[in-house]
């Protein structure tokens, strides 16, 4: 069996757990999960669901309120297990600018490191390649405001790059973005885990960004009500429509078509399509 | 309007000015400044005026973005000009109406005091035009490094200072989109008597505090994912280092501060 880097073992968060007992729903109900090293995981599910909390409790940002997060073997509990943890799990989230702290985008990327303590010439070598790596060094010198969404969201990304954790929690990162730079942040998330082997959680509510993964997990109401690959997962239409989910298009037109379920790929569905129409292309 | 906002902003350009230490800038600014208050007659204000003068002329700032940066304090020109005027009395009289005298003494204080203005906003905005806010903090941080012995958070203050100067302009960026929102729901911002139009500026502000807010605590959020813990240990990607440019810098303003003090002595006061 592969490493595992996150662990979550029957986890359960309660928001203002303290104050009340356990008044409010939960918004993560005892949720098992387990992130191996070097994989892609989508966690998809519409809002409300949980899966923005579920990421914020693996890089201890939140400690389960019942359950036990471990990461690499370090549980989440305290400032100080937190702190490693966040060096090994980096995390973009949605609003591109409300991650940004400096105002010119290499300090930006420099900024992860700093805190880290690195050698300033070591910084200097990490920034170059993490802005190269999303593309982006030809603005290293611009000021983030200027930019366009994508691209802010890229040097998000290279600032997480430049701490070189092994792996990286997307918490819907192209929510807020136009379909261009959904592209551009898209095929960047994917280059990290091919090339560089970085552990990807990818939180969406698109699938046809979960359809990317290796592993699409769906949750509902705090729960994991299925996983598997893509393909598996979306061959279950009826369950995916039950919790209020769309099916990425192609899967959506096989299955009405009678052509068979889990189809994916445009390119897979093009063959069955013409294939069904006698191959009359 | 808003957007017309140009003082704390970069004017990105490879001149002497932009290439000097922050630290140095930083402490030449203050130093001038000083003895610009210093200055007793026109003849010592004039070397102020004359360093001015060169600094911009270095800087590679066009002179219409330094101008731009006067306008804001046209008003406080204008007030202080007239103020002095007709308060400040003493020497030959110009001319006199009912109880009002304009002296001599008034119009020289009061020339004497807008060159002054205009020379302390011209000197601090180059500062901010020709330095980055990120070398800017970094600079204070370091300048004000030895008040850490008395329990002063300077790293904090100087962090604070980059936040606010980085979220400045996603804050006007808001601010436009609410205002267009409320007008597209039928707010009249533009009418109306003084206290019509500040009661107008209620929902416009609720947002923005609420936004504000949030955005506060989504940047804390994603500060702590960065493993960002405070000042102490924490490394710069940026190493300040002390050149002769900077010496020279610092050599021409000395000069120029003694000079000051020279006229002063040898010159008879105006102000």
Redesign the interface.
């Given at each position: 069996m592969q490493e595992k880097i996150i662990e979550l073992k029957n986890v359960t968060f309660v928001y203002d757990a303290d104050e009340e007992g356990k008044t409010n729903k939960p918004a993560v109900n005892d949720v098992s999960l387990d992130i191996y090293k070097g994989e892609f995981v989508a966690v998809l599910g519409h809002n409300g669901c949980g899966k923005s909390t579920l990421a914020?409790l693996c890089?201890a940002?939140y400690e389960p309120t019942e359950g036990a997060v471990t990461v690499k073997g370090i549980p989440s509990e305290g400032e100080e297990n937190?702190?490693k943890i966040?060096?090994i799990v980096?995390?973009v989230?949605q609003?591109p600018?409300?991650?940004?702290?400096?105002?010119?985008v290499?300090?930006d990327v420099?900024?992860?490191?700093?805190?880290?303590?690195?050698?300033?010439k070591e910084?200097?070598r990490r920034?170059d390649e993490a802005l190269k790596s999303v593309n982006m060094y030809d603005m290293r010198?611009r000021?983030?405001?200027k930019l366009s969404g994508g691209q802010k969201q890229r040097v998000a990304i290279a600032?997480?790059i430049a701490?070189q954790t092994e792996s990286i929690i997307f918490d819907e990162p192209t929510a807020m973005l136009d379909p261009s730079g959904r592209k551009e942040v898209m095929a960047a998330i994917q280059r990290l885990n091919k090339e560089m082997g970085i552990t990807i959680v990818l939180i969406t509510h698109f699938m046809d960004e979960a359809v990317k993964a290796d592993r699409v997990v769906v949750m509902d109401k705090g729960s994991i009500i299925e996983q598997g690959t893509p393909r598996e997962v979306f061959s279950k239409i009826d369950l995916l429509r039950e919790h209020g989910l769309d099916v990425p298009q192609s899967a959506e037109l096989c299955h009405s078509l009678g052509l068979g379920d889990g189809v994916i790929g445009m390119d897979e569905c093009v063959d069955k399509v013409c294939a069904m129409l006698g191959g009359a292309v | 309007m808003i957007s017309d906002i140009t003082f704390g902003q970069?004017y990105?350009s490879k001149s002497v000015l932009h290439k000097a230490d922050p630290r140095m800038k930083l402490l030449l600014t203050f130093v001038t400044i000083i003895f610009l208050f210093v200055c007793k007659n026109f003849l010592s204000l004039a070397v102020m005026a004359f360093i001015t003068v060169l600094a911009v002329a270095v800087s590679g700032v066009p002179l219409k973005t330094i101008l731009k940066s006067i306008r804001p304090v046209l008003i406080i020109l204008v007030f202080t000009a007239a103020l002095n005027i007709f308060y400040t009395k003493g020497g030959e009289v110009y001319y006199e109406i009912w109880k009002i005298q304009i002296t001599e003494k008034g119009v020289n204080t009061a020339i004497f005091t807008i060159i002054r203005i205009v020379i302390l906003v011209v000197l601090s905005s180059l500062l901010t035009y020709t330095t980055?806010?990120?070398d800017l903090t970094t600079g204070l941080e370091r300048l004000l490094s030895p008040l850490n012995v008395l329990h002063i958070k300077v790293h904090t203050l100087a962090m604070m200072m980059?936040?606010a100067?980085?979220f400045i302009?996603?804050l006007v960026?808001e601010i436009e989109r609410i205002m267009n929102a409320q007008k597209a729901r039928g707010a009249d911002l533009e009418t109306g008597s003084l206290v019509q139009r500040a009661k107008a500026l209620i929902p416009i502000f609720v947002p923005l505090m609420v936004s504000s807010f949030r955005?506060a605590y989504?940047?804390a959020?994603?500060?702590?994912?960065?493993?960002?813990?405070g000042g102490e240990?924490?490394?710069?990607?940026?190493?300040m280092k002390l050149s002769v440019r900077d010496f020279v810098l610092l050599f021409i303003c000395l000069t120029a501060c003694a000079g000051v003090i020279v006229l002063n002595i040898f010159f008879e006061a105006v102000i």
């Amino acid at each position: 069996m592969q490493e595992k880097i996150i662990e979550l073992k029957n986890v359960t968060f309660v928001y203002d757990a303290d104050e009340e007992g356990k008044t409010n729903k939960p918004a993560v109900n005892d949720v098992s999960l387990d992130i191996y090293k070097g994989e892609f995981v989508a966690v998809l599910g519409h809002n409300g669901c949980g899966k923005s909390t579920l990421a914020k409790l693996c890089n201890a940002i939140y400690e389960p309120t019942e359950g036990a997060v471990t990461v690499k073997g370090i549980p989440s509990e305290g400032e100080e297990n937190g702190d490693k943890i966040r060096r090994i799990v980096g995390m973009v989230f949605q609003n591109p600018d409300n991650q940004i702290v400096a105002t010119i985008v290499e300090d930006d990327v420099a900024f992860g490191p700093e805190n880290l303590g690195v050698e300033p010439k070591e910084i200097r070598r990490r920034v170059d390649e993490a802005l190269k790596s999303v593309n982006m060094y030809d603005m290293r010198e611009r000021e983030p405001h200027k930019l366009s969404g994508g691209q802010k969201q890229r040097v998000a990304i290279a600032g997480v790059i430049a701490m070189q954790t092994e792996s990286i929690i997307f918490d819907e990162p192209t929510a807020m973005l136009d379909p261009s730079g959904r592209k551009e942040v898209m095929a960047a998330i994917q280059r990290l885990n091919k090339e560089m082997g970085i552990t990807i959680v990818l939180i969406t509510h698109f699938m046809d960004e979960a359809v990317k993964a290796d592993r699409v997990v769906v949750m509902d109401k705090g729960s994991i009500i299925e996983q598997g690959t893509p393909r598996e997962v979306f061959s279950k239409i009826d369950l995916l429509r039950e919790h209020g989910l769309d099916v990425p298009q192609s899967a959506e037109l096989c299955h009405s078509l009678g052509l068979g379920d889990g189809v994916i790929g445009m390119d897979e569905c093009v063959d069955k399509v013409c294939a069904m129409l006698g191959g009359a292309v | 309007m808003i957007s017309d906002i140009t003082f704390g902003q970069y004017y990105p350009s490879k001149s002497v000015l932009h290439k000097a230490d922050p630290r140095m800038k930083l402490l030449l600014t203050f130093v001038t400044i000083i003895f610009l208050f210093v200055c007793k007659n026109f003849l010592s204000l004039a070397v102020m005026a004359f360093i001015t003068v060169l600094a911009v002329a270095v800087s590679g700032v066009p002179l219409k973005t330094i101008l731009k940066s006067i306008r804001p304090v046209l008003i406080i020109l204008v007030f202080t000009a007239a103020l002095n005027i007709f308060y400040t009395k003493g020497g030959e009289v110009y001319y006199e109406i009912w109880k009002i005298q304009i002296t001599e003494k008034g119009v020289n204080t009061a020339i004497f005091t807008i060159i002054r203005i205009v020379i302390l906003v011209v000197l601090s905005s180059l500062l901010t035009y020709t330095t980055t806010p990120t070398d800017l903090t970094t600079g204070l941080e370091r300048l004000l490094s030895p008040l850490n012995v008395l329990h002063i958070k300077v790293h904090t203050l100087a962090m604070m200072m980059t936040l606010a100067l980085r979220f400045i302009p996603t804050l006007v960026e808001e601010i436009e989109r609410i205002m267009n929102a409320q007008k597209a729901r039928g707010a009249d911002l533009e009418t109306g008597s003084l206290v019509q139009r500040a009661k107008a500026l209620i929902p416009i502000f609720v947002p923005l505090m609420v936004s504000s807010f949030r955005r506060a605590y989504e940047l804390a959020f994603a500060m702590t994912c960065r493993c960002y813990t405070g000042g102490e240990g924490r490394t710069r990607m940026k190493q300040m280092k002390l050149s002769v440019r900077d010496f020279v810098l610092l050599f021409i303003c000395l000069t120029a501060c003694a000079g000051v003090i020279v006229l002063n002595i040898f010159f008879e006061a105006v102000i």
